[in-house]
């Protein structure tokens, strides 16, 4: 017996797109916001650097740093958004097929963008309540943004497991649902 009946529904091909273009904004919200300044760091450093002479100087590593830095930290948060949006996939077929469980959300929580991953899978079956009052639970509040593990273990940033884990998540396709 099924759940729920949205999946006996087949909704037209652009329907689709849009929808899993709403959820991919609303599951990386606060990467995409981190894109955003990057993206104005980055321009505005462009444009200071055509205003400095082409001297090497301080002035002129300061900008080419902020350059360098806006244009990473797009790339890298928009590869971590997308691994997010991966895990939101996951966690809404598996709420699908076992309904809400902390034991399914465990393993998604120790990071800000990824609580944001799994409220937006909540909030699909409307298990948004509960989810939050687990995590208050666990110890997260809203100011709880940096991953647990880079506040253990500060030089996990320089293993390529981290990298991996964050940046290259695979694809996940959904088996229950079209969006």
């Not at 444009?47 to 090497?56: A, G, P, Q, S, T």
């Not at 998604?108 to 963008?113: D, Q």
């Not at 009052?133 to 940096?146: D, L, M």
């Not at 996990?156 to 229950?176: A, M, R």
């Amino acid at each position: 017996m099924l759940k729920s009946t949205s999946i006996l529904n087949k909704p037209k091909p652009y329907i689709v797109k849009f929808y899993i273009g709403l959820r991919y904004l609303r599951v990386g919200l606060f990467l995409h916001t981190i894109t955003v300044f990057s993206v104005l760091i980055f321009i505005t450093s462009f444009e200071k650097l055509d205003d400095v002479n082409f001297v090497l100087s301080s002035s002129t590593l300061i900008w080419y740093f902020l350059i360098l830095f806006g244009v990473s930290v797009v790339i890298i948060s928009q590869l971590d958004a997308y691994g997010r949006f991966q895990n939101y996939k996951q966690l809404k077929d598996k709420f699908y097929e076992y309904g809400f469980n902390t034991r399914l959300v465990r393993p998604f929580m120790f990071s800000k963008c990824q609580r944001d991953a799994v409220l937006v899978a909540a909030e699909d079956f409307d298990n948004v309540k509960e989810l939050k009052a687990y995590f208050h639970e666990s110890g997260y509040r809203w100011y709880h943004i940096v991953p647990d593990a880079c506040l253990e273990y500060p030089l996990i940033v320089f293993y390529k497991e981290f990298w991996s884990k964050i940046l290259f998540t695979k694809y996940y396709h959904l088996q229950n649902y079209d969006w």
